[in-house]
């Protein structure tokens, strides 16, 4: 299983909408692709800037180039994110998950 790590900052005004446009937009994206297991959307509410981090769960590196393409350190970005997103990173990071809580297997969280 990889752990797809995503990091993105929003002026703290944009951050409620820009996380109502994750749960619409993205979500529904990454569901649709085999492989995806599972997305949390970490948001950290500084007074002047949104912090957000995506964490994504996958089958295999190649599960991801099913959504992100062969450059999987790429980030994807939507049309919309410019007007939202005070910097848009190119890379991300990726994990091999080693170990998961006992709770990810009551979820359905395990490997195949």
Do not use: C, N
């Not at 949104?50 to 393409?69: K, M, N, P, Q, Y």
Request: net charge negative; hydrophobic share 40%; proline share 7%.
């Amino acid at each position: 299983m990889i752990l797809r790590e995503w990091r993105g900052q929003v002026p703290r005004a944009k951050g409620s909408a820009y996380l109502e446009f994750l749960r619409a937009r993205a979500m529904p994206d990454y569901a649709a692709v085999p492989g995806h297991r599972g997305t949390w959307i970490l948001m950290d509410e500084g007074p002047e800037v949104s912090e957000f981090v995506l964490l994504t769960l996958w089958d295999s590196r190649e599960a991801i180039r099913g959504f992100a393409g062969e450059d999987i350190s790429r980030a994807r970005y939507y049309p919309e994110d410019p007007g939202f997103l005070l910097e848009m990173p190119e890379r991300l990071r990726h994990y091999d998950v080693r170990e998961r809580p006992l709770e990810a297997l009551s979820v359905g969280l395990t490997e195949k």
